[in-house]
């Protein structure tokens, strides 16, 4: 039996890659037109793209996605989304899912893979995490896209999470970002990804539901960069304690 889902899962991963692919397809064009436009504009044009994409790839896949928390997002107010990483599969799930335009901080060299990195450019703030100048551009256009009423989701793992533990621990950038700008947190669990797609299988998948909750925001209003240590523990907990008590149901 072992065996037999061993097989399935390489066909069905090559199948949702092949449809992943005549999907981008279609998308491309319109989504490359949306980098002709200014930001904030361009992220509000693309992101009912993004969403309509995802809310057709995903269940042609058999993952459909199911999301909670959204009554959290208050009209005018714009917030930094933190979500755990465990899989490549996230990142379909993550930003579309997220109620209304944002930006993801994304690797720069992602950018350079013929036509996904049109799409993965036009979403993403691009960093070369090696380059200290990189860096600190990307916080001030971090800041940039805050004040243009547009979200960042960012994941504080730094990495996909390739290890027995639910979170690793958060780098400080994301909460910086937060507490620089004064706007409340929303943290987000993302369950099931790493089953659907796993770092330690090669070029194998297997279909499951897929869950993002987001929890209540947490207001920064006050906080110094001081604060950022414990800031940043304080959400680590809250993310860690939901996660651990709801994996199991949502499996």
Sequence with gaps: MKQVKNILGHIYFVYALLLFVCT???????????????????????????????????PLVFC???????????KGEHYVVVINHNSLADIPVSSPWIPG???????????RIPIFGVIYKAGSILVDRKNRNSRAESF???????????????????????TDEPLQPFFDGAFISAIKAQRPVV???????GKVLPHNKSLWAWPRP?????????????????DTAEFKQRIYNLMLEYYTANRERLS
């Design 101 to 111: 335009p944002n930006k993801t901080l994304a690797k720069s060299e992602m950018a």
């Design 187 to 193: 943290p987000g669990l993302i369950f099931n990804t």
């Design 64 to 74: 459909p996605v199911r999301r909670k928390g959204k009554q959290y997002f208050k």
């Design 210 to 226: 897929i869950h993002i909750h987001f929890l209540e925001p947490i207001p920064t209003a006050g906080l110094t960069l001081n």
């Design 24 to 58: 981008m397809l279609i998308v491309v064009i319109p989504i490359w037109l949306t980098t002709l436009l200014p930001e904030p504009q361009r992220a509000r044009v693309m992101h009912p793209i993004f969403k309509a994409w995802m809310a057709v790839f995903m």
């Design 140 to 162: 001030s256009k971090m800041n940039e896209m805050l004040d243009k009423g547009v979200h960042l989701c960012l994941y504080p793992e730094g990495t996909r999470n390739k």
